[in-house]
């Protein structure tokens, strides 16, 4: 059965930190890359940071560069978001999501007209000013 499950979620004040995970399994790690999204109430969901178990490219949008870092753990099959210097309007759910594509820039180009393979159930991040 092919499962991301997301963890690390919660409530933080504004300016904190806070690290997710995405756990991959039921498919082969290394032939996706690898993209954590976002959706805020009243909002479409969003991709916000990307990664390539193929080459190690990484590729992330300006409303979190700077903040926020992707990386991943071959040998758990495990993808993480570090989230720093947390704002209110970061609150959300955040996905991952798994995509058959060559790079990080590719996926984040390229999923809204290609897709995603595998989505997470999500995890809620709740940040109060």
């Known amino acids: 059965e092919v499962q991301l499950v997301e963890s690390g979620g919660g409530l933080v004040q504004a300016g904190r930190s806070l690290r997710l995970s995405c756990a991959a399994s039921?498919?082969?790690?290394?032939?996706?890359?690898y993209g954590w999204f976002r959706q805020a109430p009243g909002k479409e969901r969003e991709g916000i940071s990307y990664?390539?178990?193929?080459?190690?490219?990484?590729y992330y949008t300006d409303s979190v560069k700077g903040r926020f870092t992707i990386s991943a753990d071959d040998a758990k099959n495990t993808i993480y978001l570090q989230m720093n210097d947390l704002k209110p309007e970061d609150t959300a759910t955040y996905y991952c999501?798994?995509?058959?594509?060559?790079?990080?820039?590719?996926?984040?180009?390229?999923?809204?007209?290609?897709?995603?393979?595998?989505w997470g159930k999500g995890t809620l991040v709740t940040v109060s000013s």
């Open positions: 039921g498919f082969t790690f290394d032939d996706y890359a």
């Open positions: 999501a798994a995509g058959d594509y060559r790079s990080a820039q590719v996926m984040a180009t390229m999923y809204q007209k290609y897709g995603i393979d595998y």
């Open positions: 990664i390539s178990s193929r080459d190690g490219s990484t």
